[in-house]
């Protein structure tokens, strides 16, 4: 076989090859009205806070002009485990899915990891987005991942803490020791509390399983309990509400959700504006929008929730003002 014949063969395999990575997948440019996207959405483990994100996120990719037989959302839950959460991101890849949700931390996390530079991955309500490794920066994330921060509004959660129990001096706060956003939040809560006159102390939780027994040592040594936007908190709040009931001991979390569970109030930021902010950059990344060059969008606006019912439990007399608050533009469990 001559030269000439193997390069003109060497040049057929080299056009071949180019030509399967091209139609194997559409590109944003070579997509057609007619082409549906998948979407895939991963979401950590099933609690109120996080469905509400999961909701929000659909309508908004609906807003986008994203619902009906227009995409194909594969959604998955990975209730906690994590091999669950890396099968899943698998998944997706192997689907070659367009683009893909990650709600909470671990979850996007996987999924970043899985896509490796290669497929948008937005994320839904991350805490600390930039810390957690997933971005450069949150006005230049700088690869293949942005999406909504849901950050805590800690000056204001301290504020409510205040207005519920003014005679509080030992402020306890629980978080998960695998849950980077609310060790992240805990511990900035835990500079704030200090600063402010309270005596500090931080109880850890590995899984759910530990809550009872944490719960139980935490009610007997503090005044006043701040759970923070964390997932495995979240997920055993009514477990920490019957040990701290018990007790007496009022509990101020860090989101609505979590009140409706048995928390006394909060300025809550909305989950679902949350996935909806995620769910509209999603939609516009799939319309070509550069991940790398769009900044995370942190929302940080919130409403006042309380529980009546719960006050009245504890015996706690609620400021007219923070009931009036909540009533106007808020929350109010009865």
Known sequence: MNKRLLSTIAIIIAFLAVAFVIT????????????????????????????????????????????????????????????????????????????????????????????????????????????????????????????????????????????????????????????????????????????????????????????????ETMANAVDVVYAPQDNGVASAMKTLINITNKEKIPVIPAVNTMVKDGGIATISVSQYNIGYQAGVMAGRVLKGKDTANYPVKTITNGDMTVNLKQAKLLGIKLPTSMVTEAENKGEVFK
């Open 24 to 215: 194997s997948k559409p590109t944003q440019q070579s997509r057609t009205k007619t082409y549906v996207p998948t979407v895939g959405i991963l979401q950590l483990v099933t609690h109120p806070a996080l469905d509400e994100i999961h909701r929000g996120v659909v309508a908004g990719l609906k807003s986008q002009g994203y619902s009906g037989n227009k995409i194909k959302i594969d959604y998955q839950n990975a209730q906690a485990d994590q091999s669950n959460l890396k099968t899943m991101s698998q998944k997706f890849a192997n689907e070659n899915a367009d683009l893909a949700v990650g709600i909470a931390t671990p979850a996007a996390l996987s999924l970043a990891k899985t896509a490796d530079g290669s497929s948008p991955v937005i994320l839904a309500g991350i805490t600390d987005p930039a810390g957690s490794g997933l971005v450069k920066s949150t006005k230049r994330p700088g690869n293949n991942v942005t999406g909504t921060s849901g950050d805590s509004p800690l000056q204001q959660h301290l504020s409510v803490i205040k207005r519920v129990d003014p005679q509080a001096k030992k402020l306890g706060i629980i978080y998960t020791t695998s849950d980077h956003g609310g060790e992240y939040n805990a511990k900035n809560m835990e500079k704030i509390a200090k600063k402010a006159g309270y005596d500090v102390k931080l109880y850890t939780i590995s899984t759910t399983n530990d809550m009872q027994q944490v719960a």
